[in-house]
């Protein structure tokens, strides 16, 4: 297939873009990409590609932009229930950690996520899904960690390769069985810290061996936090990670400065999350790292916070930033990549260019898959958006609504469309 006539063409290509390199977009004006089995094969101008492609099938991108799909970096995608309940706690004067210290937060949903069965996690999470692959996310990220022991994290994750399996955008898996103290180790958090290093994640290990043998293995994640893990347990569950073989990622910096950014570039993770209360060594670590620094802008929006990531301080010390939702029910219930864009832009100064290149290629490197995703490269996998404007500067700029018209996910055009309204 030849899609023809975008206006701009963002190819995004040369790899992951470090510190103020950041938003390089490598236009094309009249661009052009051809398709063949899931990828590209090739991508120039539109006169050129017609010339050389006559009898290729066409779409027309009808003046519009044409990009790579939105890779979404950081999601808990998977849990039962909701937290509204907390929302207007929240508003009413109660912070996070309070809520968490309570007995709420996390645990809440721990709760209910342990007494819902595949079917209703799935059915509860499949439209979430489909939210973020309308609003252009054709590869996302997944966690687990509202299980918080073996059997449940176990399950969430046989769920999650079964969304995998049916949806239209692809999954990358992480476990997080270190997202909290479950409430079995109320007092012992060490004690959960062993329980994840001596018997989930070698468990873990041999169930992948078993469930997705073909699948590269999933990430490690840690919420190094305090009411969670300390510095010292984080060390302790990534190190045992890395030494069975997972990559890592760690969420760092949130609200309190335990120094997980500076462990993450120390021990080789893919990135480090969050980063709002990030200290100078931390962004230096970092910088000099190849662990790339994600930022969350939807979560301290979601909060009602007025602190975000740094990212101008990263990108001056020459660290690789990229932009995920977070989505989950306590901190950042939101599917689209294009909010997080425009909260970046706004308040974490970025531009829209640097924005779009911190949600594709850097976003891809970040869950270590830009060798296949994240731009528009012939022998690249072919998720690309069709946006519903003429110029990259439309996102970021607009919010709140969706400027995706068609998603192209391996080879398969899907349409968004607005619908019209009819009476009945
Ligand atoms: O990324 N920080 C920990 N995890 C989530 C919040 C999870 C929850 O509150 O359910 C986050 O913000
Ligand atoms: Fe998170």
Redesign the pocket.
């Known amino acids: 297939m030849l899609i023809h006539s975008s206006s701009q063409l963002l190819t995004l290509q040369g790899g992951p873009q470090r510190g103020k390199t950041l938003g390089m977009l490598g236009i094309i004006e009249n661009g052009a990409i051809v398709i063949r089995d899931e990828k590209i094969v090739a991508v120039g101008r539109t006169d050129e590609l017609r010339n050389a492609y006559p009898d290729e099938p066409t779409l027309n991108a009808g003046g519009c932009v044409l990009m790579p799909g939105f890779v979404d970096p ?1 999601t ?1 995608l998977i ?1 039962a229930g909701d ?1 509204a309940n907390e929302f207007e706690m929240k508003m009413g004067g109660l912070t ?1 950690l309070d809520i ?1 210290a309570a007995g709420g ?2 645990i809440s ?1 721990v709760k209910a996520t342990r007494s819902a069965s595949m079917e209703t996690l799935m059915a509860q999470t499949r439209p979430r899904i489909l939210r973020m692959f309308a609003h252009g996310t054709t590869t996302a990220e997944a966690k687990t ?2 299980g918080l022991q073996t059997s449940t994290e176990l399950l969430l994750l046989k769920a999650l390769l079964a969304l995998d399996d049916e949806s239209p955008l692809d999954l990358v898996f992480t476990f997080l069985g270190a ?2 103290i479950p409430p079995e180790f109320k007092d012992n958090p060490q004690g959960y810290t062993e329980e994840v290093t001596d018997t989930m994640l070698p468990m873990l290990k041999e169930w992948w061996g078993t469930h997705a043998p073909r699948l590269p293995l999933p990430f490690v994640d840690v ?1 190094c ?1 305090t009411n ?1 893990f300390d510095l010292e347990q984080s060390r302790q569950i990534l190190t045992k990670a890395g030494s069975l073989g997972f990559p890592l990622k760690i ?1 760092a910096d ?1 609200f309190a400065n335990l120094g997980g950014a500076v462990l993450a570039a120390e021990l080789g993770a893919a990135s480090a ?2 980063l709002v209360v990030t200290s100078d060594a931390d962004i230096a670590a970092l910088g000099k790292s190849d662990t790339v620094a994600v930022a ?1 802008p939807c ?1 301290p929006f979601g909060l009602a916070e007025r602190h975000y990531t740094p990212a101008k301080k990263l990108l001056e010390a020459n660290a690789m930033l990229a932009l995920a939702t ?1 989505c ?5 219930w939101n599917e689209s990549m294009q909010f997080a864009i425009a909260l970046a832009c706004r308040y974490m100064g970025l531009t829209p260019a640097q924005a779009i290149a911190a949600t594709t290629i850097n976003a891809a490197h970040a869950i270590r898959r830009s060798d296949t995703i994240g731009s528009l490269e012939v022998g690249k996998q072919a998720d690309m958006l069709i946006l519903s404007v003429s110029d990259y500067r439309q996102v970021g700029y607009r919010y709140g609504t969706n400027l995706v018209k068609q998603v192209i996910k391996h080879g398969r055009v899907y349409s968004v469309e607005m619908g019209y309204y009819r009476t009945a």
Request: hydrophobic share 25%; charged share 20%.
């Open positions: 950081h808990h849990w937290r996070y968490l937060g996390i949903t960690g509202y997202h909290a919420f936090e969670a969420h949130e999350d969050h969350l979560t977070d989950n029910p306590g901190t950042s």
